[in-house]
């Protein structure tokens, strides 16, 4: 069994199981070559680091991504619209003496990252905790219709969690039932449980 946290480092291998396997279409992740998962998976993480360089640097970083890549990217991580916003838009140097951006925007900014690379499969560990529910949705049904990959998003917001085809529901670090948002609820007391702390949470 896994805590939720690990187990979003094991997809990309960052760590190994200490039993099991994980498989991606068949193949045990062992048996990828390092260089070829780094290109095919992406992670990112609800804090990404943003470097003093300029936000189209930040999102290419060493992908070798074309300007109308960047913005594309960034289109689908809605944050197009408040880069252009900035004084020099997508040439505004980010951190320390340069521009700060927001929890949200610095989010968006770390998706758009990932994206240029157009992995195969996509973690989002808690990875836009910080965006606004409504902008939160545009993203994922942007994902949904931009990219082929496969989206896993790992997430605590009861409006994120609304929004996935399939939820697995870990509980102690064991896998307990999958299924749909209203599936889980019916049929599983320890998730509807959890999804009403959430919900008293949120308020």
């Known amino acids: 069994g896994v805590a939720k946290a690990p187990l979003a480092q094991l997809m990309v291998r960052l760590d190994d199981p ?25 992670l990112v993480f609800q ?3 943003l470097f003093a360089t300029t936000v189209a640097e930040n999102i290419a970083l060493d992908s070798g991504a074309s300007r109308d890549e960047i913005e594309g990217a960034a289109a689908i991580a809605q944050a197009d619209r408040f880069i252009r916003a900035l004084p020099h838009a997508y040439d505004t140097v980010l951190g ?18 990932a994206l240029v690379r157009q992995p195969r499969v996509l973690i989002l ?20 219709r931009e990219l082929e990959t496969t989206l896993i998003v790992v997430a605590y917001r009861l409006s994120t969690i609304r929004l996935a085809d399939r939820v697995l529901f870990l509980e102690q670090g064991r896998l307990r039932a999958t299924g749909s948002h209203e599936q889980l609820m019916a049929s599983q007391p320890g998730y509807a449980s959890m999804i009403r702390a959430y919900e008293r949470g949120e308020r």
């Open 96 to 113: 320390e003496r340069g521009h700060t951006l927001s929890g949200g925007e610095r989010q968006r900014v770390a998706l758009a990252r």
């Open 18 to 42: 200490s039993g099991g396997r994980i498989l991606i279409c068949g193949v045990d992740l062992r048996h990828l070559d390092p260089g070829e998962l780094r290109r095919g998976a992406a």
């Open 125 to 144: 560990d808690d990875a836009t905790s910080s965006v606004d529910p409504t902008i939160e949705a545009e993203i994922l049904a942007g994902l949904r």
């Open 47 to 49: 804090e990404s680091f």
